[in-house]
Nanobody
């Protein structure tokens, strides 16, 4: 069984910063693309940022210049540094990854349980 575990969420004042982490654990052969998504109350889940195995990144327009995604392949971990948080960034943030459990296993896509981020005064 493979799991993604997020951490680092919390309550911060507008303009503040948080750093989210997501660790993949279990039987893993290789992890490919990883990313962060978020879902605010009453809204659909949306992509925040993604990163390839080689480190190429892609961001939603709403977070460009404020958020930075990175990964440590040796630790099966992806991070999201969030600076200049705004009230509209308030949401549950989910980690996502494409991976194989073995060399001949199918590519699977898995989600973490989510971590709450709240930017409010």
């Amino acid at each position: 069984q493979v799991q993604l575990a997020e951490s680092g969420g919390g309550l911060v004042q507008p303009g503040g910063s948080l750093r989210l982490s997501c660790v993949a654990s279990g039987t893993i052969f290789s992890i490919y693309g990883m990313g962060w998504y978020r879902q605010a109350p009453g809204k659909e889940r949306e992509r925040v940022a993604t990163i390839t195995t080689g480190g190429s990144t892609n961001y939603a327009e709403s977070v460009k210049g404020r958020f930075t995604i990175s990964r440590d392949n040796s630790k099966n971990t992806v991070y999201l540094q969030m600076n200049g948080l705004k009230p509209e960034d308030t949401a549950v943030y989910y980690c996502n990854a494409d991976l194989r459990r073995g060399p001949t296993s199918q590519l699977v896509n898995i989600w973490g349980q989510g971590t709450q981020v709240t930017a409010s005064s």
